[in-house]
């Protein structure tokens, strides 16, 4: 396992950006963003793996970018052209290399006013 770090939630309006870093305590392999909407299920918003294969939830397409530095062991989420559905709490995910064990972040708060 892993700890992870997150930074870069806040309040936007909607047309806005922000952009969520994760940093982990070791090696990781696939590192991902989830977010959780009040009444709703956690969803995969992307992914990405070492190689930097990248996953992205229909919803997100085109708006969000996710990316990492495996010299920092840091995933990033850049979102784009917010919109308020986009309001939830966001969880960094990062599987330990060479397991399947995952680790969570904290969870960050999005939201996005219209």
């Known amino acids: 396992q892993v700890q992870l770090v997150e930074s870069g939630g806040g309040l936007v309006q909607a047309g806005g950006s922000l952009t969520l870093s994760c940093v982990a305590s070791?090696?990781?392999?696939?590192m991902g963003w989830y977010r959780q909407a009040p009444g709703k299920q956690r969803e995969l918003v992307a992914s990405i793996t070492r190689g930097s294969s990248t996953n992205y939830a229909d919803s997100v397409k085109g708006r969000f970018t996710i990316s990492r530095d495996n010299a920092k062991n840091t995933v990033y989420l850049q979102m784009n052209s917010l919109k308020p559905e986009d309001t939830a709490v966001y969880y960094c995910?990062?599987?330990?290399?060479?397991?399947?064990?995952?680790?969570w972040g904290q969870g960050t708060q999005v939201t996005v006013s219209s």
């Open positions: 070791g090696i990781t392999s696939t």
């Open positions: 995910n990062a599987r330990v290399l060479s397991t399947n064990f995952d680790s």
